[in-house]
T-cell receptor, first 115, second 111 residues
């Protein structure tokens, strides 16, 4: 069964460094998302992406964040200068707008630890 | 602002018992999704509800979309050890819109 994959599974970085989190969405999906989950808290929306541009972003997704679909398969989240509070699980999700589908499928996540 | 309340926050049950959890919202939604998250993993979609009043089953799971479109419940019958995890309600307004997650119900099964 097709699934969303994410790499790396765990990333440790120093404060101020840039990180790039990578995702491969399900191949026939058209909408892509990033969410994050701080330890012990709920999952929070960061950004949605469709047709090579951002559809919507949350207040969390400030100028330090960017997303890109560099080729036909990858979808990346870049944090330009990481802060301690960026430590969280980051989940990529994808969906296909078929027959009114709202269903988003999540990857296994990347645990980002900023020291 | 929009309020989404999920309860209970946690549950401790015996294997074989039935479980019920629910979400209420201050806003109406066009869909209610239910996800399960195991430790260290991503949320897995369990059930999707699209119509007010809709009752949908997936094996031992049953979920309903409230007729006011502001609430939903999830029932698990005859719980088994692999049901342990965190269950999230996740409503959305429009197709391909962001999903809003509840705070989750953490299910524990006592030995």
């Amino acid at each position: 069964e097709p699934e969303v994959t994410q790499t790396p599974s765990h990333q440790v970085t120093q404060m101020g460094q840039e990180v790039i989190l990578r995702c491969v969405p399900i191949s026939n999906h058209l909408y892509f998302y990033w969410y994050r989950q701080i330890l012990g808290q709920k999952v929070e929306f960061l950004v949605s992406f469709y047709n090579n541009e951002i559809s919507e972003k949350s207040e969390i997704f400030d100028d330090q964040f960017s997303v890109e679909r560099p080729d036909g398969s990858n979808f990346t989240l870049k944090i330009r200068s990481t802060k301690l509070e960026d430590s969280a699980m980051y989940f990529c999700a994808s969906s296909v707008p078929d027959r009114g589908s709202y269903e988003q499928y999540f990857g296994p996540g990347t645990r980002l630890t900023v020291t | 602002g929009q309020q989404l309340n999920q309860s209970p926050q946690s549950m401790f049950i015996q294997e074989g018992e039935d479980v019920s959890m629910n979400c209420t919202s201050s806003s109406i939604f066009n869909t209610w999704l239910w996800y399960k998250q195991d430790p260290g993993e991503g949320p897995v979609l369990l059930i999707a509800l699209y119509k007010a009043g809709e009752l949908t089953s997936n094996g031992r799971l049953t979920a309903q979309f409230g007729i006011t479109r502001k609430d939903s419940f999830l029932n698990i019958s005859a719980s088994i050890p692999s049901d342990v995890g965190i269950y999230f309600c996740a409503p959305a307004m429009n197709r391909d819109d962001k999903i809003i997650f509840g705070k989750g119900t953490r299910l524990h099964i006592l030995p």
